[in-house]
C-alpha cells in the first residue's frame, strides 16, 4: 500500500495544553486577556507542538486541540442550536483513582433545540494555520456526527423542530458536509471523526442504557454507517477519513469495556472511510480476533497498543509481539499504530508529562520504522 493517512505511526491528535496556554485560557475566561491575546498564545505553541511532533517522527500534524477546552464541546456548540447539557450528579470522576472505571459518570449530552444548519467554516481557519505551520500532513479532528444523537437519543432532539428522526438525520449528514467540504477547498486531505459510541455499544452496561432511552444497540452501528457515508460522500477521492473509537479517556481513566465483537463486523464493512483507530492499550479492549472481518486491502487499522494515559513506555518486544498477534486476524500491510486515544481529551489532560507525551510518540515512530521498513 501506498504511504498515506492514516500513517504507520500515527496518533489520535489531543495533546497536553502547556502551563502558559492553561493560564491564557483562565485569564480570557476571566476577562483579562481578551481573544487576539488568548489567540496569540494559542498560535506560539501550536508553532512549538507542531515542530516536537515533526521531530518525533510524525507524518499525521495536529494542533493539539490548543484551540479547544474539550475534544467535542467547542465543536458543537458551535452549531446553532445545540447545547451541551452537564450531567452534574451522575458521577465524579476527580475521586476516582488514576486508571479506574469510571462507570457511575454520564458525560454531557448534547440537546438540539431547531433546525440544524452549517453556520459556515467552523474549522477552517485552524486548519490553514496549522497547514502554514508544517510541511507535513495536517490532520483535522472533529466529534463524529454521531454524537449529537448516541447520548439523549429521540428525547434530546427536540420535537417541533424534528417530527421525524429521519430529517434530522438528513440535516445532520448535510451539516457535516458542508463543513468537510469547506476543508477539502482549503486544502485539507486528512480527517478524523472521533466516536466514543461505537465503541460504547460493546459495553453492556452502556447498551442497556442505549435501550433505556428507546435506541436499539444493535441498529445503531449501520444507521451511524449510513449518517457517516452521508456526510462524506462529496468529499474528494485523495481526503483521507479515519474514525477513533474511543471507551473514555479523561483525566486517565475508562468509561466503558469490551470488545470489538459486536460492531465490527458492521463498521469494517459498512463505513465508507479510510481507516479505523481501535484501542488496545489494555484488557478492557478484549483480544484482536475482530480484526478477522477487516475487508483485505480496503482499511488501515491503527492499533492502540500505547497508552496515552500513563508515562511509563511499553517494551518495544512487548508491542512487536502484540502487532505479530493482531496479524494473524488480518494483513499486517494493513496496520499502523499509534497511542490508543489522545493525550487529553480536555485542557486538564491526562496523568502524564508532556515528556512522557513525547517519549510515547517518538516511540511509535521507532516501532513503526522497525516494523515496516520499506514504509
Known amino acids: 500500500m501506498t504511504d498515506h493517512a492514516p500513517f504507520r505511526a500515527d496518533q489520535v491528535g489531543s495533546l497536553l495544553r502547556p502551563p502558559e496556554l492553561k493560564a491564557a485560557r483562565e485569564q480570557f475566561t476571566k476577562k483579562e486577556i ?17 515542530k516536537r ?19 467535542s464541546g467547542d465543536f ?35 440537546h438540539v433545540s431547531e433546525k440544524l444548519k452549517w453556520p459556515g467554516s467552523i474549522q477552517r481557519k485552524s486548519f490553514e494555520f496549522l497547514k502554514s505551520a508544517t510541511t507535513r500532513t495536517p490532520k483535522v479532528t472533529i466529534p463524529s456526527p454521531s454524537m449529537l444523537h448516541f447520548r439523549g437519543g ?11 428522526m429521519e430529517a434530522f438525520f438528513t440535516d445532520l449528514s448535510a451539516l457535516y458536509r458542508a463543513e468537510i467540504m469547506d476543508l477539502a477547498a482549503a486544502g485539507c486531505r486528512y480527517v478524523q ?44 477521492a485523495d481526503i483521507k477519513i479515519t474514525i477513533h473509537l474511543c471507551r473514555g479517556n479523561s483525566l486517565s481513566r475508562g468509561h466503558a469495556e469490551g470488545g470489538y465483537e459486536p460492531v465490527a463486523e458492521a463498521i469494517f464493512n459498512e463505513f465508507k472511510i479510510d481507516g479505523f483507530f481501535l484501542e488496545y492499550d489494555d484488557a478492557r479492549s478484549g483480544d484482536f480476533a475482530p480484526l478477522r472481518f477487516v475487508p483485505k486491502g480496503k482499511l488501515r487499522i491503527v492499533l492502540g ?11 518495544k518486544d512487548e508491542v512487536k509481539r502484540r502487532i505479530d498477534e493482531a496479524s494473524k486476524y488480518m494483513p499486517l500491510d494493513q496496520i499502523c499504530l499509534s497511542p490508543q486515544c489522545g493525550f487529553a481529551s480536555h485542557t486538564g489532560g491526562n496523568i502524564l508529562t508532556e515528556d512522557d507525551q513525547w517519549a510515547k510518540l517518538r516511540l511509535a515512530a521507532e516501532l513503526a520504522a522497525e516494523i515496516w521498513p520499506n514504509g
Open 53 to 71: 511532533q515533526e521531530e518525533a517522527g510524525l507524518q499525521g500534524i495536529t494542533d493539539g486541540d490548543f484551540r479547544r477546552q474539550s475534544w
Open 34 to 50: 481578551d481573544r487576539a491575546a488568548l489567540t496569540a498564545v494559542e498560535d506560539k505553541l501550536i508553532r512549538v507542538a507542531v
Open 154 to 164: 429521540r428525547g434530546a432532539i427536540d420535537p417541533v423542530a424534528y417530527p421525524e
Open 76 to 110: 458543537l456548540e458551535s452549531i446553532p442550536g445545540v447545547e451541551m447539557e452537564k450531567h452534574l450528579a451522575a458521577g465524579t470522576r476527580n475521586e476516582a483513582p488514576v486508571g479506574a472505571m469510571v462507570s457511575n459518570w454520564q458525560p454531557a449530552t448534547p
Open 305 to 315: 497498543v500505547l497508552s496515552s494515559k500513563f508515562g511509563k513506555l511499553e517494551a
Open 193 to 236: 471523526l472521533d466516536d466514543t459510541n461505537l465503541a460504547y455499544l460493546c459495553d453492556p452496561r452502556l447498551r442497556e442504557r442505549v435501550k433505556s432511552i428507546g435506541e436499539d444497540p444493535d441498529k445503531l452501528p449501520h444507521l451511524y454507517a449510513r449518517l457517516i457515508n452521508a456526510a462524506i460522500a462529496d468529499r474528494p
